[in-house]
C-alpha cells in the first residue's frame, strides 16, 4: 500500500488556470506538508497543517491555498497560475509533534 | 535565506570507496538533522536521521556525524555502490517552526562501476 499518494502525476495547464492537486496518506499522520522543488532541485516548505489547522504558512503568494477536508488528506489549490507556479509540488506527512516525514511521488506542474 | 548549507554540489565516487557528504547550519534551535536520499522522478525518501545528544549514528553502510559546537553534520556512505548514485539532501528542523524541514540544496552522487 502507498503511504503518501498524490494525484496527478504530472499536471500540464496554460497561466491563469486555476488547478488543485490532490494527496492522502493512510499512515494515521497528524501532520501533513506540502514542499515546492524548484528546477535546481531546492526543496522548500510551503504549508504544514496538524488536526486540520494551520501551522506553517511560509511566504508563498495567496494564489496557493491549502485545503484539508480530514487528516488523512491535503489538497493544495492554485489560482492564477504562472509561468514561475512550474515546479514539482510534494506532499508530506508526519506523525504530530514527530520529526520523520515521509514523502508522497510528487506532481510536476508545468504552466505554459 | 539558506539555513542549512550542503557541500559539495556533485560528487564521483567509484565503486566500493566512501561518499563524503557536508552540511552545515546556523540556527542553534534546530534539534532534529535528517537525510533524504532522491532518485530521478521520486519523492524525497528518508535514509538516516540524528538528533544532537548523539555524536554518530550508523545504519547499514550509512553514518551520520555530527558536531554541535561547529553546528555541522556529514554523511558517510560506506562501499559506495552504483546503486546509490542518486540526490542526497540534508535537512533541519525544529519544534519552532512546526517541524518543517530546512534542506540543503542537495548534492548529486555518481558511483562509477
Known amino acids: 500500500d502507498t503511504a503518501v499518494s498524490q494525484t496527478p502525476k504530472y499536471l500540464v495547464t496554460q497561466m491563469g488556470n486555476d488547478k488543485s492537486i490532490k494527496c492522502e496518506q493512510n499512515?494515521?499522520?497528524?501532520?501533513m506538508y506540502w514542499y515546492k522543488q524548484d528546477s535546481k532541485k531546492f526543496l522548500k516548505i510551503m504549508f504544514s497543517y496538524n488536526n486540520k489547522e494551520l501551522i506553517i504558512n511560509e511566504t508563498v503568494p495567496n494564489r496557493f491555498s491549502p485545503k484539508s477536508p480530514d487528516k488523512a488528506h491535503l489538497n493544495l489549490h492554485i489560482n492564477s497560475l504562472e509561468l514561475g507556479d512550474s515546479a514539482v509540488y510534494f506532499c508530506?506527512?508526519?506523525?504530530?509533534?514527530?520529526?520523520?516525514?515521509?514523502f508522497g511521488p510528487g506532481t510536476r506542474l508545468t504552466v505554459t | 535565506q539558506q539555513q542549512v548549507k550542503q557541500s559539495p554540489q556533485s560528487l564521483i565516487v567509484q565503486k566500493g570507496g566512501i561518499s563524503i557528504i557536508n552540511c552545515a547550519y546556523e540556527n542553534t534551535a534546530f534539534d532534529y538533522f535528517p537525510w533524504y536520499q532522491q532518485f530521478p522522478g521520486k519523492g524525497p525518501a528518508l535514509l538516516i536521521a540524528?538528533?544532537?545528544?548523539?555524536s554518530e549514528k550508523k545504519e547499514g553502510r550509512f553514518t551520520i556525524s555530527f558536531n554541535k559546537s561547529a553546528k555541522q553534520f556529514s554523511l558517510h556512505i560506506m562501499d559506495s555502490q552504483p546503486g546509490d548514485s542518486a540526490t542526497y539532501f540534508c535537512a533541519a528542523s525544529s519544534p519552532n517552526s512546526g517541524y518543517a524541514l530546512n534542506f540543503g540544496k542537495g548534492t548529486s552522487l555518481l558511483v562509477t562501476p
Open positions: 499512515l494515521g499522520h497528524d501532520t
Open positions: 508530506a506527512s508526519s506523525q504530530e509533534r514527530g520529526y520523520e516525514q515521509y
Open positions: 540524528i538528533r544532537p545528544d548523539v
